[in-house]
C-alpha cells in the first residue's frame, strides 16, 4: 500500500553532518504523519521526529532537538531528517515510517503506531 525508501546514511566524525531522505510512494495520501524512528545496537528502537503532510506540526525527542530538523517536500512525496552536530551516541539504524493515524498534536511516536516502514539506512557517527 505505501513503499518507503530511505537514503542519505554513511559514516561521518563527531560534530559532522548528514541528511537522510525518504522517499514514499504508493498510497501516500492515507498516510497523515511521517516519522523517523532510529535503533542502535543492542536497544530498542526509538523515536526520533515526526512531521504532519499537511501543517506545520513537528515534533522531537529531547536528544536530537536543537540538532536535527525534519522537513518534507510534498511534491516529491519525501521526508528529509537534516542531522547537524552528530554524536557518536546518534550511531544507529535510521528507519522511516508512516501512520495512517491522525493526531490533532504531534506526541513521541511509539513504533507499534506505525503501520510502514522502510528497511533503514545505518548511520556511524565516528569519535
Known amino acids: 500500500q505505501v513503499q518507503l525508501v530511505e537514503s542519505g546514511g554513511g559514516l561521518v566524525q563527531a560534530g559532522g553532518s548528514l541528511r537522510l531522505s525518504c522517499v514514499a510512494s504508493?498510497?501516500?495520501?492515507?498516510?497523515?504523519?511521517m516519522a523517523w524512528f532510529r535503533q542502535a545496537p543492542g536497544k530498542e528502537r526509538e523515536f526520533v521526529a515526526a512531521i504532519k503532510w499537511i501543517g506545520d506540526v513537528t515534533s522531537y525527542t529531547d536528544s536530537v532537538k536543537g540538532r536535527f530538523t525534519i522537513s518534507r517536500d510534498n511534491a516529491k512525496n519525501t521526508v528529509y531528517l537534516q542531522m547537524n552536530a552528530l554524536k557518536p551516541e546518534d550511531t544507529a539504524v535510521y528507519y522511516c515510517?508512516?501512520?495512517?493515524?491522525?493526531?490533532?498534536?504531534?506526541?513521541?511516536?511509539?513504533?507499534?503506531?506505525?503501520?510502514?516502514w522502510g528497511k533503514g539506512t545505518l548511520v556511524t557517527v565516528s569519535a
Open positions: 515510517a508512516a501512520t495512517t493515524r491522525f493526531y490533532l498534536g504531534l506526541p513521541e511516536l511509539s513504533p507499534g503506531g506505525m503501520d510502514y
Open positions: 504508493g498510497r501516500t495520501f492515507s498516510t497523515h504523519v
